[in-house]
């Protein structure tokens, strides 16, 4: 590298791109699949719809993260390391668009809707960004903060288990689950004296989960994050820098010779599959759901200019108001894309700033060649199915590393200022808040659909609150 490269414009030689690359497709891969699943089931599609919903993901999420990091004109790409990946702000309003038209009908609106929610944000992108003012170090840092510790418990699901479902924390009581069914059977019986048993009466989960927690992931995650930390700690240059591919490796490979990793989906995928645009028809237009669909882009904005923001810090090129514009352009541009390509809006993923702040690699190169794996991903099925028999405790222990890495991101941007009084207030309110949401909720369960989908992520409600504290209560001149 020259005196005059900058490290984001360094080119690296091929198999480091490679290592490094490979790195952060393993970091967001599970986070990559998890909307298409979860949207895939709530539109009640068959198997391989969904997961011909995967690969258009993962391809489109390579297309759109090419554009964002190197470039496309000056009006798109903010030209710095970033992954795009599929937003989770939008799940809440498309759950509710498939639960209420199902089927290839239901695929088509919310397809629609994407298309028009993604056309208007790059219109409105370059307005958007003149609020890059609005955005002083105690909002920015603020911001990284909630979107690093909110980042937490996705790391912790991949160890311990989700909340709900098959491993949920809790299950019903067997013995309390055969009473009730005799119950009302009972009830269902003419001449009885039982009362009719009430529709959609269920028993609460009241008994320990075995299935939830288990030892095997937990002392499996705990290996893996030794191995990061033992990796980082007792090795120089470049193997310091894939400490989080090694542990994941490492982690796969004692996965594999415990039985925990599962290859048939790998037997079962297709080679190779081309991804076609408007797959389930041509989209639906509704003016109702675009709208939806906006709201949801503006959140998931303000989470993009943080974390925009933050790579500036991360790559020592402060990110100038053409920038940020361009890189909200493409924001819009990839949601365009991936409703035309059958799949949902996309952001930056804040998975891999983490990786970028432990690795200190802040080329944008590497942002090329990770895009290039996912649209290889995306076309060869059988490939990308290896990456999902990773287990997901392997992911939560290198989890545990990148999403602290990103909330210590926001902590080294607040060490920066002058913690006065003020500071400390907008800090504390704005992390109380958006945490608050991000942890609970169900605290927004009575407000207006369109103020819910707005402040239901944790990340969009910390950020409002700093940027609105921040000005209501003026700076010391």
């Excluded at 639960?99 to 809707?113: K, L, Q």
Aim: aromatic share 6%.
């Amino acid at each position: 590298m020259t005196s005059t490269t900058h490290s984001v414009d360094e080119v690296l030689p091929a198999p480091r791109l490679f290592a490094l690359g490979l790195q952060h497709v393993l970091v967001m891969y599970a986070g990559a699949i998890a909307v298409p699943l979860i949207i895939g089931r709530a539109l009640k599609l068959p198997p391989q719809d969904v997961a011909f919903l995967i690969s258009a993901d993962l391809f489109v999420c390579g297309i759109a993260s090419i554009l964002q990091s190197f470039g496309a004109t000056q009006w798109f790409g903010i030209k710095l390391p970033v992954m795009m990946g599929v937003t989770f702000a939008a799940v809440g309003p498309m759950v509710s668009m498939a639960i209420a038209n199902p089927g290839v009908d239901g695929a088509r609106t919310i397809f629609g809707a994407i298309i028009g929610a993604g056309i208007i944000t790059v219109l409105i992108a370059p307005f958007v960004s003149r609020m890059l003012r609005f955005f002083p170090p105690v909002v920015t840092g603020t911001i990284i903060l909630v979107i690093g510790v909110s980042l937490m418990k996705i790391g912790i699901a991949w160890i311990f288990g989700l909340g709900v479902g098959p491993t949920a924390p809790k299950l019903v009581d067997p013995a309390q689950a055969d009473w009730l069914k005799a119950a009302m059977e009972a009830a269902g019986v003419g001449g009885t004296s039982i009362p009719p048993v009430p529709p959609g009466i269920a028993l609460a989960p009241s008994v320990p989960n075995p299935a939830y927690a288990p030892v095997s992931n937990i002392v499996l995650s705990l290996v893996v994050l030794a191995i990061v930390i033992g990796v980082a700690r007792f090795t120089r240059g470049f193997l310091s820098n894939i400490a989080v591919l090694i542990g994941i490796v490492a982690g796969g490979v004692i996965a594999a010779g415990l039985g925990l990793m599962s290859f048939d989906k790998v037997a079962s995928a297709a080679w190779f599959a081309p991804i076609m645009p408007f797959h389930f028809g041509t989209p639906i237009f509704s003016p109702v759901l675009i709208l939806t669909m906006v709201l949801v882009m503006i959140v998931v904005m303000i989470e993009s200019t943080g974390m925009f923001l933050a790579l500036g810090e991360m790559t020592n090129r402060p990110v100038t108001q053409p920038m940020l514009s361009a890189g909200l352009r493409m924001d819009g541009l990839g949601t365009v894309l991936g409703g035309v390509f059958n799949t949902f809006p996309s952001s930056v993923f804040a998975q891999n700033n983490g990786v970028i702040q432990l690795t200190g690699i802040a080329s944008r190169h590497v942002g090329v060649w990770i895009a290039g794996m996912l649209i290889l991903l995306g076309l060869f099925p059988a490939v990308a199915g290896v990456l999902q028999a990773v287990p997901e405790p392997v992911l939560g222990g290198a989890a545990m590393v990148m999403f602290g890495a990103v909330a210590a991101s926001g902590i080294n941007i607040l060490a920066g200022i002058h913690l006065d009084r003020r500071a400390l207030l907008i800090i504390a309110v704005s992390l109380a808040l958006g945490l608050g949401v991000s942890q609970v909720p169900e605290i927004l369960s009575h407000l207006p659909h369109a103020v819910k989908s707005v402040l239901e992520s944790g990340v969009a409600t910390g950020g409002i609150c700093a940027l609105v504290m921040n000005w209501f209560l003026p700076a010391k001149k």
